[in-house]
Nanobody, 120 residues
Framework: QVHVVESGGGLVQPGGTLSLACAVS????????MAWYRQAPGKQRDMVAT???????TYGDSVKGRFTVSSDNSKNAVYLLMNSLKPEDTAVYYC??????????????WGQGTQVAVSS
């Protein structure tokens, strides 16, 4: 069983900063990559940032230069530092863990999500 838990959401003013954290736990865990997605009301879930086990990162176009993803492999954790937040960043943010299980199968596991609201 793999568990993914996000933390750190909240309300912040435009231009502000917020940090999210995500921890993954479980047995026989081999993380391939971790990612942050977000979903605003009435919209599809979009990729925000990804980081592989080797440290390679990818960002969605709307957050490039403002958000930074990092990880701590020893803790099976991933973080998202969000700077210069805009009202359009308001969404539920989800963490995804890409795990290679025993036998080689690749599985995706999602957290429950954490709300980020950017408003004055």
């Amino acid at each position: 069983q793999v568990h993914v838990v996000e933390s750190g959401g909240g309300l912040v003013q435009p231009g502000g900063t917020l940090s999210l954290a995500c921890a993954v736990s479980g047995s026989a865990l081999a993380l391939v990559a971790m990612a942050w997605y977000r979903q605003a009301p009435g919209k599809q879930r979009d990729m925000v940032a990804t980081i592989t086990s080797s440290g390679s990162t990818t960002y969605g176009d709307s957050v490039k230069g403002r958000f930074t993803v990092s990880s701590d492999n020893s803790k099976n954790a991933v973080y998202l530092l969000m700077n210069s937040l805009k009202p359009e960043d308001t969404a539920v943010y989800y963490c995804k863990a890409v795990v290679q299980r025993t036998g080689g199968q690749i599985m995706n596991y999602w957290g429950q999500g954490t709300q980020v609201a950017v408003s004055s």
